[in-house]
């Protein structure tokens, strides 16, 4: 079992830039791929970027690509995703998820697998 836990959200200028957390439980995140998703209001989930277990392999959106650069300490049980150059079409609840299967194919899905564990979210607000 793996929990997820999500923090550093908030409301942030257009330009501006937030780094989110999350923060596993369990002694197994080392294994597992991890990936960033989004919501926003009215819209589908959309997957964001993904991270190899090892964090060699990145993997992005287009929608993100460059602006946003996702990463992982195994040490810390936990994996970030650095936001800058934020838009107000940035505005959403952002969640943490993990799978066992590879970060790759979250890329070539562009998210449409089935997580294994997700977080309950942080929502991330950017004013124009």
């Known amino acids: 079992q793996v929990q997820l836990v999500e923090s550093g959200g908030g409301l942030v200028q257009a330009g501006g830039s937030l780094r989110l957390s999350c923060a596993a439980s369990?002694?197994?995140?080392?294994?597992?791929?991890m990936g960033w998703f989004r919501q926003a209001p009215g819209k589908e989930r959309e997957w964001l970027a993904a991270?190899?277990?090892?964090?060699?392999?990145?993997y992005y959106a287009d929608s993100v690509e460059g602006r946003f650069t996702i990463s992982r300490d195994n040490a810390k049980n936990t994996v970030y995703l650095q936001m800058n150059s934020l838009k107000p079409e940035d505005t959403a609840v952002y969640y943490c998820?993990?799978?066992?299967?590879?970060?790759?194919?979250?890329?070539?899905?562009?998210?449409?697998?089935?997580?294994?564990?997700w977080g309950k979210g942080t929502l991330v607000t950017v004013s124009s």
């Open positions: 369990g002694r197994t995140f080392s294994r597992y791929a």
């Open positions: 991270i190899s277990w090892s964090g060699i392999n990145t």
């Open positions: 998820a993990a799978t066992s299967v590879p970060a790759q194919v979250m890329f070539v899905t562009r998210g449409g697998i089935e997580m294994d564990y």
